[in-house]
T-cell receptor
Framework: NAGVTQTPKFQVLKTGQSMTLQCAQD?????MYWYRQDPGMGLRLIYY???????DKGEVPNGYNVSRLNKREFSLRLESAAPSQTSVYFC??????????FGQGTRLTVV | GQSLEQPSEVTAVEGAIVQINCTYQ??????LSWYQQHDGGAPTFLSY????GLEETGRFSSFLSRSDSYGYLLLQELQMKDSASYFC????????????FGSGTQLTVLP
């Protein structure tokens, strides 16, 4: 049982480059989320999708876009990466948000 | 908006009991949840409270007092493997529920 799978696990980008972080869950959950975590801080919500076909902004959406491709997959795109986007990115899914399951994270460095 | 406060660090010895406090400010919420995160790992769900009172799950218990805007996580019979960061998170009310995390408490368990 894979749970929430994120790719890639590590990435280094140059300022201005674009990339897409992929996320898939196999628990048939309706809701999916993208968070970022900076050193010594909690997780901050970037975007979320309460159900297939819907997406909404979270606390820190600027510089990001998302796509809920189907019920399983939720991708996060950085159109023009900036050093301030250096962070660890976590994808998550839940059925009720009382219990949310997280992927292993993508460690992104923008130089 | 919502905000949560937790101590940044707590230290305890193996076999002891430790309490990690969380105070919050919010205009409304569904509940309070707790997550554990080991270094370099994904957050994992521990417990949540939708109602005031104590919820017990094995060695871990969580408490919520809405009148005091306060909750805590109680860890009993501490083990070395409990050394990790612990996050409280508010569960938003409404149809599209989200988590707002505190900045985390680093627990160190000493032998």
């Amino acid at each position: 049982n894979a749970g929430v799978t994120q790719t890639p696990k590590f990435q280094v980008l140059k300022t201005g480059q674009s990339m897409t972080l992929q996320c898939a869950q196999d628990m048939n959950h309706n809701s999916m989320y993208w968070y970022r975590q900076d050193p010594g801080m909690g997780l901050r919500l970037i975007y979320y999708s309460a159900s297939e076909g819907t997406t909404d902004k979270g606390e820190v959406p600027n510089g990001y876009n998302v796509s809920r491709l189907n019920k399983r997959e939720f991708s996060l795109r950085l159109e023009s990466a900036a050093p301030s986007q250096t962070s660890v990115y976590f994808c998550a899914s839940s059925e009720s948000v009382m219990m949310t399951f997280f992927g292993q994270g993508t460690r992104l460095t923008v130089v | 908006g919502q905000s949560l406060e937790q101590p940044s660090e707590v230290t305890a010895v193996e076999g002891a009991i430790v309490q990690i406090n969380c105070t919050y400010q919010t205009s409304g919420f569904y509940g309070l949840s707790w997550y554990q995160q080991h270094d370099g790992g994904a957050p994992t769900f521990l417990s949540y409270n939708a109602l005031d009172g104590l919820e017990e799950t094995g060695r871990f218990s969580s408490f919520l007092s809405r009148s005091d805007s306060y909750g805590y996580l109680l860890l009993q019979e501490l083990q070395m493997k409990d050394s990790a960061s612990y996050f409280c998170a508010l569960i938003s009310s409404g149809s599209a529920r989200q988590l707002t995390f505190g900045s985390g408490t680093q627990l160190t368990v000493l032998p």
